[in-house]
């Protein structure tokens, strides 16, 4: 299924629970919120391959997998935010029969990024829908370890990047909201190696839940 048709069905999903909820208004100014995000494309791979020499396995989850968010809403139509998310990850080992030999590797992807979302256009306190703008800032870390036989490394590094993006919330009440957001995250490269690429730029979509707390709402 193509990604924006993925997209569109949530957007209408979400737009259809809020219209059989009751009236009712939230403020949000003062709140904050703990947000639990899940990639919704995640190509996940595993696999055993067999050759001449021996064997590997391989276990794989590209694309943005999962990520936890706090909002702060400094204003009605602004909020920031703190987020920290797991972009890629991937193990492998690999069994040669000539010469014997036992590889193992492992490696991930983190992002930290300090940020800031604001709603367009500024919400009314009945607006139970809510779309934004999304911007962020900060560290991307990759982590990557491998053994054999005789041979033990780990290897980290952390690159500046950023992410700008869109997303749309959906209150079920003056606790809890859905949401879907899009966007791209673009970084420096990597002087080593993670896996095998020195960069991972590219696009994330992502569903979650929050939980909201404080405020006057």
């Known amino acids: 299924m193509k990604a924006p048709i993925v997209v569109i069905r949530i957007l209408l999903l979400l737009i259809f629970i809020t219209t059989f ?58 909020a920031i935010t703190v987020a920290g998310s797991l972009l890629s990850s991937e193990a492998s080992s690999t069994v040669n029969t000539n010469p014997i030999t036992v590889r193992q590797n492992a490696n991930a992807l983190f992002s930290f990024l ?37 041979v033990q490394s780990a290897h980290s590094e952390s690159t500046f990047g950023g992410r700008a993006g869109i997303g749309l919330d959906a209150h079920l009440g003056k606790s809890v909201k859905l949401g879907v957001n899009a966007g791209y995250n673009a970084m420096s490269d990597f002087r080593s190696a993670v896996g095998a690429r020195n960069n991972f730029n590219g696009f994330d979509l992502s569903v979650g839940i929050a939980f909201l707390f404080g405020g006057q709402r």
């Open 114 to 150: 300090v940020g800031m979302r604001y709603f367009l256009p500024e919400p009314e306190p009945e607006d139970l829908v809510r779309p934004y703008v999304a911007l962020g800032v900060g560290s991307y870390m990759g982590f990557e370890a491998s053994n054999s036989l005789l």
């Open 21 to 78: 909820l009751q009236s009712q208004t939230i403020t949000l100014r003062g709140s904050s919120a703990i947000e639990l995000d899940l990639g919704f494309w995640n190509n996940v791979n595993a696999g055993q391959q067999f050759n001449g020499i021996g064997v590997k396995q391989e276990a794989k989850a590209s694309g943005f997998v999962g990520g936890l968010t706090y909002c702060y809403w400094m204003r009605e139509n602004m």
